[in-house]
C-alpha cells in the first residue's frame, strides 16, 4: 500500500490479507507482479476531476492488469462512472465499482488472494453427491423445482425410469400439475438437433 | 376476461383477409394463434392468413409479405426484417397487436410500432387487450400503454356496461348454486395455512422494511398476482436479497400451493404433498421460516387427521360404522385397506354425485326434446386441470373408497422409499423427526429401522407387523401396474373433435378441464360449449372467466342451460372467485376513471414531427462538445451503425439504441452481443444472467473468445436504476472470512485472466446507449458480414450455435459424464433425452467416447436414488 493512503479508511477493512505501507510506490495498491490498482472515490473525484488524469499518467503502463477502483458514495452517479468507463477504455485500466468501502476493501483482499489462481473456478461447478446431482439435473427442467424433483425421485427413483413412465404416472404425483408434466415430457422428447 | 375478445379479434381479422392489403398481428400466444387461424381459414378459404416463424429462411419471408393477407408474425423476426428492409413498410395497411396490455415502452412491440409509424404515417394500428387488470397498478399505465401504441381512441367494454348486460339479459337460465360445508379438518388446516402465511409476511415485513405491503396482506396471498407483486417490487434488487428473504418468499408460494391444493386434493394426496415437502426440507437443510411456527404443526397435525383420524375424532354413527356391516365384506373382497373407511373423504365429490344423479333422474323422467329425434343428454363437467378431472372420472366409475385406496397405497409405498432416499449427513435430523412421527403414526411396519453410531443403515427383519420390506418392493411392482391401470382411462383431449361416439341418446357426462398452459383458455371453452351444446353444465371450480363464457354461450346457444356451481363454503376458492369479481370491477372503474382524466396523445401528425425533431437534434447536441473533443468522424448526415445479435431483441437495448439515434444491423453473431466498431465487441449481462455465468462457466469462454478476436473486449454490467453499485446486499454483510465462490470473487478472477477485459457499469439501457454513442466516435463503422464471420472457423464455434434445441442441452450439459468436448457428439448421436435415458450401457459408451466418461453418464441415468446412501456406505467393496 501506497504511503499516500494511510488515512484511507479502506485499510482498516483490510483483514484478510497482510499489507505493508510504502513510501517509493506509484500506484496506491499493488496486489501482485502483474497487478495493480487505483482507488479512487467519487466524491472525491467530483471536487477535484483532473486527479485522476495525473495519477494515471504517473502509474503508466508500468503493470500487465491496472485496476480502478472505484467507490460509489455520491447519488446519481453513472455519468461520472460512464465518464470513468471511456477514461478506462483509453488507459486499458479495467473498472471495478464498489458500493461501500468494505466491499472495495474485499475487491482488493481477492485480487492479492487469487494472484495465483487457475480458472478453474470460473470454468463452471458440479454440485458434490450424487443425490444431489439428481436433483441439479432435475431442476435444470424449468418448470421443476426442487420439492418436485424429490418427488419425482422418491416415485421414480432414477432418471430413467422417470424417463419411461408416462405422463399420467408423473401426473399422479402430487405437486406436479398438468403444466409441469407436459413440459417435462415435452423436453425429454425434444429432438436435440432442431 | 371471458367476454368474447377473441371472437372480436376474430370478425376484425376477418375483414382484412383479403391479398391486397398486407396486415400484421403481433404479439398473439400459440393457442390464441392457432385458433385464431384455425377460424380464419374457415372463413376465408380463398385467403388463408399465414404466420411467420424462424423456420422460413428471410427469402421465403419476403415473398409471403409480398403476397398480402393476414400475416401472424412473432416480434423478434418482425423487428429483424423491418430493420433489414425485408419487409416493405409502406404495402403494410396496418398493425393488429393483441394483448395490449403487455407493450410498454421498452418491448419490441414498441419499437416495431415506432419504425412503423416512422416509415409509414397512413397505416392503422389497432390495439386490444382483455385485461383491465394490468392497468391498475403503477402510474398513469393507460396513457403510457396508448402512447406506445400510437392509438389516440380508447374504448372500454365492462362487464357492468348498460348496452352489455342488455344484450346478456335476454336468457334467463336457471342457475343453482351449492355450497357445500368445508369439514372440521379443513377449516383448521386452512386457519394453519392464513396463520402461517401472514406470520410469514410479518416476517418479510420486518426483513425488508421498504417493502410496499398495502397489497401484501393473507388475503392478497391467495391470489396470483401475489408473487408477481413482490417480484416488481423486488425486481431490481432481487440479486441483493439475503437467502433468508429469498427463502420467506418462496414459501409463501409454497404457502400458497397449499392453500389451492386444500380444495383440490383428496385428503390423502394433500398429506403425501405434505409430507414431499417435509422430506425435502430435510434433505437439503434449507430451513424454511414457517416449518418452525406452531402452526405448522397444527397443519400437519390436522391435515393427518383427515387421512389418520386419532379416535376422539372419529365420530361414532358416521358412515363408517353405517358401512362397516355391509362393506366390509366386499372390501375383503376387493382388497381395500380398512383404513380407507375412516378417511376423510373429499366433501365436493358427494355432492358432484348427487348433482350428477339428480340431472340423470330428469333425463330418464323427461329426456330433452331439443334436437328432434334425438333424445340425447349431455351434461358438461369443468374442472380445473387433469388431475381433477382424471379423478373426478375415477371416482365416477370406481367409487371415493377405491381412489382413496389407491392414494394411500401410493402413499405408504412412497413413505418406504423416501426413508431410503435421504442422504447420510441427514441422519440425525431424520432421526428426531422420526421420533416426532412415529407418535403421530399408526404404521410400524414403516419404520422398523435402525440406526446405527457410524450411520450406516440396517434393516430389522420385521417379524411383528408381518411385512418384510422385500414384500415393499414386490407390491411396489404391483401397485404401480395398477395405478397404470387405472389412470388408463380415456382423457378427453380430442373430445370436441371425436364427441360422435358418445351415441345419440342417454346421458352423457363429459368432464373438461379449463385450465390449460398456463391460463384460462376462454376461447377453447366456448369452442368446446358450442360443439357440444351440452343441457346441463356443472362448475366443479369456480373461475370468472368460465362463469363469462357461459353467460356468453348461454346467450348464442340454442335452448335453455342448467347451470350448477359447486363450491366449498369459505374455501380459499371462494374466496378467490369473490375477489376476482370484485377486482374485475375495481379495475374498470380505475381504467374508466383514468380516461376522463388522462391527456390522450394528440394526432399522430403531431407524435411524429416532434419525434422527426428529436432524431434530427440528437446529432447536433452532440456535436458542440465532440467538435472540440474533435474525435468525431461521423458527420451529421449519417447515422452510426451497431451490430447487434438476432437473439439481443429480446432485450430492450436494441429498441433504445435506434430511438438514440444509432442504426442497429441484426447479425447472427457468434462471439459478442454488439459489435461497436471493428475492434469494440461486447457482452452484455444482466446481474442475475453475470450471476449464472460466472457460475456456469459459459461467461469464460465468452471472455475467452471475445479476447481472441477483438482487441478491445467489453462486458457490460446492467445494474437496475436507482440501486447501489454493488454486487452484494446492503443488508447481507460480507462476512469476515474470504470466501471463494461468489460473485466478487469469480469476477475478480475473471479480471486477473483477461487483463484486457474492460468492464462498463451502467444503470439503465439509456446511458448504456449514451456510452455506446461516445464509444463509437473513435473508430470506423462494424462490418456486419465480418462480425458474423467471426468464430466461425473457430474449433469450438458452435458454442453458441443455435443448431441444438437449448432446454435439453442445459439438461445434458448438468449430468455427469458429459463435458463440453462431448456434448456435442452425444446430441448428434442420440435423439433425445428420453432415448438416451433409456439407451443400452454400450450405446452411451460409444456416445461419451469411452467407457469411462460412459459409465459415469449411464451409472447417473440408472442407478436409484433411493439405494445410494446404502450402497455408497459400502462403496469399494461391492463397485468396482
Redesign the interface.
Known sequence: VSLRQKDNPLIKELRNVPFQLVSDVTPDFIMGKTTCALFLSLRYHNLHPEYIHARIREVGRLYALRVLLVQVDVRHAQSVISDLAKLCVMHDYTLIVAGSIREAARYLELYKSFENKSAELLQGEKPADYLAQLVTTLTTFKTINKTDAVTLLSTFSSLARIAKASKNELAACPGLGDKKVQHLSAILDRPFLK | RGMGLERVLLSVLALYCDPRLLVLVINVNQTEQELLMEDLTGIMPQHPPMSMTNEQTSLERETLYLRGGVVFVTSRILVVDMLTNRLPMDKVAGLVVANAHLVTPTTSEAFILRLYRHANRVGFIKAVTDNPYAFVSGFNTVERVLRCLWVTKLHIWPRFQRDVIKDLQVHENRLAVFEVPLTKNMARVQQALVRLMSSSLTQLKKLRPSLDMTHLTAESGLFQNFSTILRRQLDGVWHTIGKQTRQLIKDLS?LR?LAV?LDQ?DAV??Y??LQ??R??EY??THTSYWVLLDATDDLFEFAKCRVFPRDADAAPGSETEKTDATGRARRAASGIDPAVDRIERNPKWSAYQEQIDIWQRAAEVSPPLWRPNQPCCRTLVLVR???TA?QLRAVMHRGQEYVLNMQLR?YRA?RV??SR?R?KAMWVHLRQADLLYTSWFGFPSLRVRVFSANGVLKRNSTQASGVSPQADDDSQGEL?DE??AD??LPPDEDLAANFGEFGETGFHVIIH?Y????GVQGSRLARLLLDLQPNNVLIYDLNIVVVRELELHAHVASHPIEVALLTLDTSFQEQQYLSSLRQEKEAFTYVISAKRSMAFPDGRLGLRQKDERQLALRPEDQNVSTRQAGGRRATAGTRPKVIVDMREFRSSLPSILHEFGIDVEPVTLLVGDYVLSPEICVERKSLPDLIGS???????NQALQMSQHYP?P?LLVEIDESK?????A?NES?G???E??TT??????????F??????????PH?TA??FY??KRRGAEPDGEQAAAIGVDMEDGHLSD????S??????R???GVTPANVYR???G?????EL??ASQDRIRDLCGGPTLGDQLYR?????????SAT?SAKGASRN
Not at chain 2, 460466472?694 to 469464460?700: A, E, I, P, V
Not at chain 2, 466478487?744 to 485472466?753: D, K, N
Open positions: 409454497t400451493d391444493f386434493y394426496t394433500f403425501h404433498y414431499t415437502l422430506a425435502s434433505a437439503f386441470d387433469e388431475r382424471r401410493r412412497w422409499r423416501t432416499l442422504p404401480e395405478i397404470r389412470y388408463a378441464a385450465h390449460r398452459e398456463g460466472l457460475k456456469s462457466g459459459r461467461l469464460y478491445k467489453i447501489p453499485y454493488s454486487l452484494v446492503a460480507l469476515s472470512d474470504l471463494f465462490k466478487l470473487a469469480r469476477l475478480v478472477l475473471l479480471t486477473l485472466h487483463p484486457k477485459l474492460r468492464i462498463f457499469w451502467c444503470n439503465s446511458s449514451q456510452l461516445e464509444m443455435s443448431r441444438y434445441a432446454e435439453p442441452e442445459a439438461v445434458l448438468s449430468m455427469p452425444i446430441m448428434s442420440i435423439g433425445s433425452l428420453r435415458a433409456t447417473f441415468l440408472q442407478n436409484e436414488a433411493v439405494e445410494t455408497s
